[in-house]
């Protein structure tokens, strides 16, 4: 079964940290590009940060030198380490796995809350 399962999700004070994973399954990892997208109450989604199957990162300008994108296709897993975290980081964030020859893959979401 196809899958992808996010995990490490929840509520921080600002300035804090959170590391996001995202469990894939089902397919071959390391030849689709991973990435993290977000939606906020009464927003579009938007591209976080994404990674492709050689390694090379880009991020969203809001979020460029507080999180960082990895991959470890041993594990089949995708991470976001979100550090100096902001209230506006609030969002469902979802893990996207993207080939060029198969339909995107998504995964359920998970919550993180920015808040004192």
């Known amino acids: 079964q196809v899958q992808l399962v996010e995990s490490g999700g929840g509520l921080v004070q600002p300035g804090g940290s959170l590391r996001l994973s995202c469990a894939a399954s089902g397919f071959t990892f390391s030849r689709y590009a991973m990435s993290w997208y977000r939606q906020a109450p009464g927003k579009e989604r938007e591209l976080v940060a994404r990674?492709?199957?050689?390694?090379?990162?880009n991020y969203a300008d809001s979020v460029k030198g507080r999180f960082t994108i990895s991959r470890d296709n041993a594990k089949n897993t995708v991470y976001l380490q979100m550090n100096s975290l902001k209230p506006e980081d609030t969002a469902v964030y979802y893990c996207?796995?993207?080939?060029?020859?198969?339909?995107?893959?998504w995964g359920q979401g998970t919550q993180v809350t920015v808040s004192s």
């Open positions: 990674i492709i199957s050689g390694g090379n990162t």
């Open positions: 996207n796995a993207a080939s060029s020859v198969y339909s995107p893959i």
